[in-house]
């Protein structure tokens, strides 16, 4: 009320004032009162006191911040790099701002901050404070490339909704805080390129380690001072690592057994330290693409790596492996494209097969013992390009190799010999490194001399750096086709993320000393000689938020960019001085006619600024013009109730009708005059929307009607209050149901028929919903189980629609439940149907397993994926198959099943089916277990459930009648 009467009092001051203005004075007076107008009139601030004082002092004690960093109003300023949400700063994005200064412990003051991004700003230096343990909603934390020093604090490990760390190419100092090892829902870790020392941490039941983080993908400590031995701890088969890089450091000993456990990996890379031994079970990981484990002390027989059919790049040089002959079982890794096995003490003849992988690029023997005649078949693939024999014994070529193939045998027999076709090879070569993007079509053009042509021939100001890829080169740096290829990647990534960008620029192709590969990279704005600020720290954003795939030949990158220069200053330069003169004279003149105009806008600003107030405070005033009548009248299909009505039929909210409860608020069951049953979802002050988002969430329910959705009846909006009114659904959860809690059992029969329906009723969301709906949260718990055992979807009133603008973007809120949520989230941050279709096939494997999505530390999708044997009947998921599931019958389609969940579960969003696809496998499953379809909505009790009748739940009990609803968790929620 007091907001209100503020509102109308600002709205006759404005009027009266800006009147009197406009009839008593003349054209200069009213410009001066117009000015003082301006300045003494308070506008209401639009963020939230605390995050203003802490921005204000981070802005005090750094230099070079944005030229529109002004005023006390960050939110409402629409300061550069700052995102806000209700008045709450939520995101920093301040890449590549050159920024100068410390991080001070103000940090730590932003409650709701979910994204703070400071990377590649170079004088960024300091420590980094304890008090950004204090952010408990951060999700990703951005500082690669910065200058800070000193210990990783501790308090990081405080951070429990963190994805993403990025710490990597600083100075930090010290060891990995064991506390890392809190994060259960990180995804990546990178401290690459800093000088940590000390032991990897695990945990020893005291503290915590990295052994701990099950989800993570992502262990990059490459390039630190790392020492010791690998703790055995550290792996083990229940994490979904797909990065292991520890190269370039000082650790010793022998690499654990345990690391052969994590099937999940698909690059490992320990070269660069002094190990000592191999574990026996390496070839277990038969999803590794990329092994390099050269320039150790590695010593015995070769490890065997037969069955790691997927190997493409391998190096197992400079080691002191056991003196044999070439492997036989390289003769098996029929991906492999780069063999690298220098001084390695390899001996006897080259076989001839090997040059006969279909995809084989690159081989490196040279400073071994090979002697005898080198037979390179003409049958070789057509892929190849080097074959590096220098410094070996080889007295003989007996088939000289054709197409563009480099062969260098410098430093053998045979290059003692006067053969002029054998000399060829005899003398060092070395690659062409010299690539520039070539122009488009267009012609050169000349520019000044602090500008760049792009490759579209338009002069600009590019946002410059060096970027680098981890992976190990597997081709010729000469090879333009593969850069091509890179810009397209990088172009794509650009424009799918709508920026200003023209074209980019690759060029300087160079190699270090650990074989990976240096490019030059500029990127051109479109339509303008330079980037603004904004545009800068977004390219920098989509270009190191893991959203950018690189082609598989280039691997794992990190970009250090470059400051980016006032290309303003430039400009203004080459501005005449009568251009000046003009411009100032122009300027002068519409000074006056300025101040009017502004005068008008204001008044009007301050007009819609009262009317957006009111509207927030009462949205649904449009709907019915006698709120206060208590008709509860019908609106857009959904019944306005008031709060007195839900009141009474909750029995005033009584303990005993709660029937459900979560970070959002609690669930009453509620009973109308007509006697039916309602389920009364009550947010607590914490979870609240505002006003108009609550309407437009009540208008999108409004729409949706599907028999396996449950339906909004209606909602309440008044006393502070915000409630959504559902339709009661007496059997409870599917989870419930699975896990035996609910006294009901499914066997496979009702399984598949839940699953079908729930499926159906993703596919409306999906498909036939106006606008689309991307649900974001599908779990056991949101799917209910009707009178008829039907499955019902809930929870979808916070979906969003899939054409959502920025102001409902699925970025800046997780909504989602930990082991049910797309592991590409934690990359691209966004959740979109194939998401859903994610979550859904952990519900399939729930189904047929009874277990949690995470159970014991074991997440579900990784235990079913290595229990399969496709070989074996039932794919030999007997142990792991809920014992209820048969009910003396037989699985029908439970393969079939299990193949449909396991593609639903697919790391790679494009490898997943659509959810409509989903529903046309499940009918032919159905079909292949002999049920009717068109029966299946008039399921009989007898073949669906088993009821404990000795159970003393209820399907309705607190503990699993778990409605979830739709107001917003507070945070992610836990299982």
Excluded at 9 to 37: H, I
Excluded at 645 to 666: D, Q
Excluded at 876 to 891: A, C, R, T, V, W
Aim: net charge negative; glycine share 8%.
């Amino acid at each position: 009320m007091g907001t209100q009467q503020e509102i109308v009092r600002w709205k006759k001051r404005s009027s009266d004032q800006l009147e009197y203005v406009e009839t008593k004075l003349g054209k200069v007076l009213r410009a001066l009162a117009l000015l003082a107008f301006i300045q003494f009139s308070v506008i209401a601030a639009f963020t939230n006191s605390s995050d203003s004082t802490a921005l204000l002092s981070l802005k005090a004690n750094w230099m070079n911040v944005p030229s529109n960093w002004v005023g006390s109003d960050p939110c409402g300023g629409l300061w550069v790099g700052i995102e806000c949400i209700n008045s709450r700063v939520t995101s920093m994005y301040l890449s590549n701002m050159n920024l100068t200064g410390q991080l001070s412990g103000d940090i730590g003051s932003f409650s709701e901050l979910q994204n703070l991004d400071l990377s590649f700003n170079t004088y960024m230096t300091g420590t980094l404070p304890q008090e950004i343990g204090s952010l408990k909603k951060l999700q990703t934390l951005n500082l690669m490339g910065c200058g800070f020093t000193g210990p990783i604090p501790s308090t990081i490990g405080s951070l429990q909704q963190l994805i993403s760390i990025s710490l990597n190419s600083n100075k930090f100092i010290g060891q990995i805080p064991n506390s890392i090892g809190n994060l259960s829902n990180l995804y990546y870790l990178d401290l690459t390129d800093n000088q940590l020392d000390g032991p990897i941490p695990v945990s020893d039941g005291t503290k915590s380690g990295l052994d701990m983080l099950l989800q993570t993908r992502h262990f990059h400590l490459g390039h630190n001072k790392l020492s010791g031995t690998i703790p055995p701890k550290l792996f083990n088969p229940n994490m979904a690592l797909i990065h292991v890089l520890f190269d370039s450091n000082n650790l010793t000993g022998s690499i654990p057994t345990t690391l052969g456990l994590v099937q999940t990996l698909q690059m490992v890379r320990f070269d660069r330290n002094s190990l000592s031994g191999l574990p026996s079970n390496l070839n277990n990981l038969t999803n590794v693409i990329e092994l390099s484990l050269s320039n150790n002390n590695l010593s015995g027989p070769m490890a065997n790596l037969t069955g790691m059919n997927v190997l493409s790049y391998l190096d197992m040089s400079n080691n002191s492996f056991t003196v044999s002959d070439v492997p036989p079982w390289i003769a098996s890794l029929s991906l492999l494209t780069t063999l690298m096995m220098e001084n390695t003490t390899l001996q006897g003849q080259v076989p001839v097969d090997l040059f006969s992988l279909l995809d084989l690029q690159k081989v490196g023997l040279r400073n071994n013992h090979f002697s005898g005649t080198l037979n390179i078949s003409t049958t070789n693939s057509n892929q190849l390009q080097l074959i590096d024999l220098r410094n070996n014994f080889i007295s003989n070529v007996a088939q000289i190799p054709g197409g563009n193939i480099t062969l260098l045998l410098e430093g053998n027999t045979v290059c003692d010999k006067t053969d002029q076709v054998t000399k060829s090879y005899c003398t060092a070569s070395t690659q062409n490194s010299s690539y520039i993007t070539p122009p488009n079509n267009c012609m050169q053009i000349s520019c000044n001399s602090d500008q760049v042509a792009s490759p579209n021939c338009k002069c600009a100001y590019p946002y410059k750096g060096t970027i680098f890829f981890r992976g190990l080169a597997s081709f010729d740096l000469g090879n333009s086709s593969y850069y091509a290829d890179l810009a397209k990647s990088l172009m794509k990534t650009l424009q799918s993320s709508a920026l200003p960008v023209d074209s980019v620029s690759l060029s300087n192709p160079t190699m270090d000393s650990s074989g990976n590969i240096e490019l030059s990279l500029e990127v051109f704005p479109s339509g303008q000689e330079c980037f603004n600020q904004t545009a800068i720290t977004m390219v920098g954003f989509a270009l190191n938020n893991l959203s950018f795939y690189p082609p598989p030949s280039f691997g794992p990158f990190y970009l250090i960019a470059y400051t980016y220069g006032n290309c303003a200053a430039a400009s203004n330069n080459s501005s005449s001085t009568s251009s000046g003169i003009i411009i100032g004279v122009v300027v002068g003149g519409s000074v006056l006619l300025l101040l009017v105009v502004l005068a008008v806008v204001y008044a009007f600003r301050q007009k819609k600024r009262a009317e957006r107030a009111s509207e927030q405070n009462n949205p649904f005033a449009h709907w019915d013009q006698n709120m206060g009548n208590g008709s509860a009248p019908q609106l857009q299909a959904a019944k306005w109730f008031s709060f007195e009505e839900l009141k009474k039929y909750s029995n005033n909210f009584s303990e005993a009708n709660i029937i459900g409860s979560g970070g959002y608020g609690k669930v009453y069951q509620g009973t109308l005059p007509t006697g039916q049953l309602i389920a009364i979802k009550r947010a607590q002050s914490d979870s609240m929307q505002g006003g108009l988002e609550f309407k437009t969430e009540i208008e999108l329910l409004s729409r949706v009607h599907h028999k396996n959705l449950v339906s909004l009846l209606g909602f309440c909006f008044e006393q502070g209050e915000q409630m959504l009114v559902y339709e009661y659904i007496p059997n409870g959860t599917l989870m419930g149901s699975v896990s035996g809690k609910s006294g009901i059992r499914l066997d496979w029969m009702g399984r598949l028929k839940v699953t079908l329906g729930a499926a159906r009723g993703l596919v409306y969301l999906h498909e036939h919903a106006n606008p689309p709906i991307i649900h974001r949260d599908i779990k056991s718990n949101n799917i209910l189980l009707d009178e008829s055992f039907n499955a019902k979807v809930a929870d979808f009133g916070l979906s969003k629609s899939e054409f959502d603008g920025e102001r409902n973007s699925v970025t800046t809120q997780v909504k989602g439940t930990l082991g049910y949520l797309d592991p590409e989230y934690y990359m691209t941050q966004q959740l979109t149907k194939k998401s859903d279709v994610y979550s859904f096939g952990v519900v399939m494997l729930e189904l047929i397993t009874a277990r949690k999505p995470i159970q014991q530390g074991k997440h579900i999708v990784v235990e079913v994926r290595n229990a399969i044997d496709k070989s074996k009947d039932l794919y030999n998921l007997h142990e792991i198959l809920d014992p209820f599931i048969g009910m003396g019958k037989n699985l029908e389609g439970l393969e079939e099943f299990v193949d449909l969940a396991m593609r639903c579960v697919a790391d790679s969003g494009d490898k997943r089916p659509t959810m409509d696809e989903v529903v046309k496998e499940i009918e032919n499953i159905m079909k292949l277990s002999g049920m009717n379809l068109s029966a299946d909505s008039e399921p009989t009790t007898a073949n669906y459930y088993e009821a404990s009748k000795s159970s003393s739940h209820h399907p309705s009990s607190n503990d699993v009648f778990g409605y979830s609803g739709s107001f917003p968790p507070s945070s992610m929620e836990p299982m």
